[in-house]
């Protein structure tokens, strides 16, 4: 068996051997992983911090849209890895191929960068914040932190009894006003060790390393998550239960406006987002799925094997699709079910407590402690996983903007030198806007814009560049064209969205 390779940029494939692929389940198993490291990306910021607000704001009413945004994507992320196996190309050298206007490079590519500079640096900046808040919770260092949240917990204690008594004389119900907190380095000295220690980490690590670090945090806290939404009715009176989550698949709006803004931004990070949707391919190389199959040609074999490692590429997809949307609806149903009822919302400082309080019915009083565990395990295996993702992006997009020579020594160098920067880009973002959940947020809008986008290329890997030999059915296109859709129709509401807070 051949090894694996280190670098995507390994992509000269003329040289390389080829291996026929698997056929049965047991062997296809085993060469799983693109999939995993990208499940590993998504439980994390868009699950534990993005859809749990959802569901506090708009309670199960939206799950309908959490599970299309699960599904809809697959097709389009399949139809990705598909061009990146037959011709051996990373995403973004893809993309700047799709036909359009050019200035250096295509449209496509320059609508890339912007997503890319709002999600890789801020999103991921609102994750390695999370990190430390978490840290700076649980294990104070000065303490200021902790004081910080003393308080925003006394305010909304004393906003709700005000809120208890409007009630009871039949009043407006009183706004709650957060108090002025003063600026905190408990988290910004945790969220600083975080950013080392990751920096090192991809700096020194491979393909392997990356896999295996993220499917053992991921898979704990995904298993620990889905066991306490079904302790949740044994432990407390949570809203939890067949009808509950029966009423959120009809399809159904919130009342709140803002609920919805929120879930249109959740649409973008759920499932496979925008940035997933580009890193997948650079994982499916460097996994070893194109090599195996061997520079494209006309004959049987190179077909044969293609159509093998694009079957084994399609149950990686699906696998990792199942295991995110199990993570995706059992945080969201937590977000519902505990935080709706009681008004408590992800935010700020008090981030960390609220998302405790999921928690601390089930597992009390060591509510906080599995908390901690399983939120830093999710948060940060996103944080390495895209760190790395879009250090093999960058590096490729370098070559393309003709910055850096397209060779595979060049891709290399670049992509350990942005592992390394990358993480202290996070930090200074993090330490500028303290607020994980609307970088969060902001980035889950970017990455909503661009999706149809993405399904326009898809579309033009399909129709457009790929072989007739590996051609999927006419109900794979189908299927294919809907999730173009989906994505089109998700992009256009997200852009309505955010255009009318900025400018209402």
Not at 150 to 161: F, G, H, N, P, Y
Not at 257 to 281: K, R
Not at 486 to 499: F, R
Request: hydrophobic letters at 50%.
């Amino acid at each position: 068996m051949s090894s694996t390779p280190s670098d995507p940029a390994d992509d000269d494939r003329s040289s390389l051997e080829v291996e026929n692929p698997p056929s049965k389940v047991g062997g296809i198993l085993l060469r799983l992983g693109p999939g995993l490291i990208i499940a590993a990306s998504i439980v994390g910021s868009g699950e534990l911090i993005a859809t749990t607000t959802t569901g506090a704001k708009a309670g199960y009413t939206l799950l309908w849209l959490i599970l299309i945004g699960c599904v809809i994507k697959v097709f389009v992320q399949i139809e990705f890895g598909r061009y990146a196996v037959a011709e051996g190309v990373p995403t973004i050298e893809g993309l700047n191929h799709v036909p359009g206007p050019r200035w250096k490079v295509n449209w496509l590519v320059w609508a890339w960068l912007a997503m890319f500079l709002t999600s890789a640096i801020g999103q991921l900046g609102g994750i390695l914040g999370g990190v430390g808040q978490l840290l700076a919770a649980q294990f104070p260092i000065t303490g200021d932190f902790v004081q910080q949240l003393d308080l925003i917990e006394v305010a909304r204690e004393k906003a709700q009894l005000a809120a208890e008594e409007a009630k009871r004389l039949n009043l407006p119900e009183p706004k709650f006003d957060k108090p002025q907190l003063d600026y905190t380095w408990d988290d910004i000295y945790y969220s600083g060790i975080v950013t080392v220690v990751t920096g090192i980490m991809l700096v020194v690590g491979r393909y392997k390393v990356v896999q295996h670090v993220s499917t053992v945090l991921v898979a704990g806290f995904t298993v620990l998550t889905v066991f306490n939404v079904f302790a949740l009715p044994y432990f407390s009176n949570a809203e939890v239960g067949w009808e509950y989550v029966k009423s959120g698949l009809t399809f159904s709006l919130p009342e709140k406006g803002d609920a919805l803004a929120v879930a249109l931004a959740t649409f973008g990070i759920i499932g496979v987002g925008a940035s997933e949707l580009i890193a997948y391919p650079y994982w499916c190389l460097e996994c070893g799925y194109a090599r195996f199959t061997g520079k494209r040609d006309s004959s049987p074999a190179w077909a044969e094997r293609a159509r093998g490692w694009m079957r084994v590429m399609r149950w990686d997809a699906w696998c990792s699709m199942v295991i995110y949307t199990f993570a995706t609806v059992a945080f969201y149903v937590l977000g519902a079910a505990v935080l709706h009822p009681t008004g408590r919302v992800p935010s700020n400082e008090g981030l960390v407590r609220t998302l405790a309080k999921m928690y601390s019915e089930v597992f009390h009083p060591w509510g906080d402690i599995v908390f901690l565990l399983g939120a830093f395990a999710v948060l940060y295996s996103t944080l390495f996983v895209a760190t790395a993702g879009n250090a093999r992006v960058a590096a490729d997009a370098l070559g393309v903007y003709g910055l850096t020579p397209k060779t595979a020594h060049d891709r290399r160098r670049w992509t350990k030198i942005f592992c390394a920067v990358f993480p202290i880009f996070q930090l200074a973002t993090y330490m500028l806007y303290k607020d994980p959940v609307m970088l969060v947020i902001i980035a889950g809008l970017a990455q909503a814009l661009l999706l149809p986008l993405l399904g326009v290329a898809a579309l033009y890997f399909r129709f457009r560049k790929c072989d007739p030999r590996i051609a999927p059915t006419k109900l794979w296109d189908v299927f294919l064209w809907l999730s173009v859709v989906g994505l089109t129709i998700a992009g256009v509401w997200g852009a309505y969205s955010y255009s009318s807070k900025l400018f209402h």
